[in-house]
């Protein structure tokens, strides 16, 4: 399974990211993090497929890669091999795969995801911030203190 989490709210983000972390480690498996600026295809075929002595189940977690990702041959080969997915290999004892793949983000990606979003075996979440705050944010100008008042209580 790959699971994108991307969006301009950061911190709803980061929290999601922390909650399948924790997921993780209650279920035993083993939790690798890669940072998305350094990596080569190499590494993470190695950290997808690499089997682990205990046979246990692995969570790879790769920081802000599609953001790094340019045009041209890696990043054409790093979603090439996202997208054919030879690491989910299915757990039949408990019902789930052996390998996770998360995708976080610190911002929108857009439509690089677009050829990962078509896949079955992606689950894409994005977070937005909320609009109440470019409401109260519009409303900030001279003689506008009840529709200010009002923008601030519901931004709280």
Do not use: C
């Not at 989490?5 to 709803?12: S, T, Y």
């Not at 894409?124 to 109440?132: A, D, I, L, N, T």
């Amino acid at each position: 399974m790959i699971i994108i989490l991307h969006g301009d709210h950061q911190v709803e983000s980061r929290n999601r990211l922390l909650e399948l972390k924790s997921q993780a480690s209650e279920l035993n498996k083993e939790i690798i993090t890669l940072d998305g600026a350094l990596i080569e295809l190499t590494d993470l075929i190695q950290s997808l497929e690499a089997t682990s002595i205990f046979n246990e189940q692995k969570l790879v977690i790769v920081e802000n890669l599609l953001s790094n990702l340019r045009t041209g041959t890696k990043r054409d080969g790093i979603i090439g091999y996202l997208i054919k997915a030879p690491w989910v290999i299915p757990d039949t004892d408990r019902g789930n795969d052996k390998v996770d793949l998360i995708l976080w983000e610190k911002g929108s990606v857009g439509r690089q995801i677009m050829k990962l979003k078509k896949q079955k075996l992606v689950s894409v979440e994005e977070f937005k911030m909320p609009q109440v705050i470019f409401s109260f944010v519009d409303n900030l100008k001279p003689h506008n203190v009840l529709e200010l008042l009002n923008s601030f209580h519901k931004t709280i």
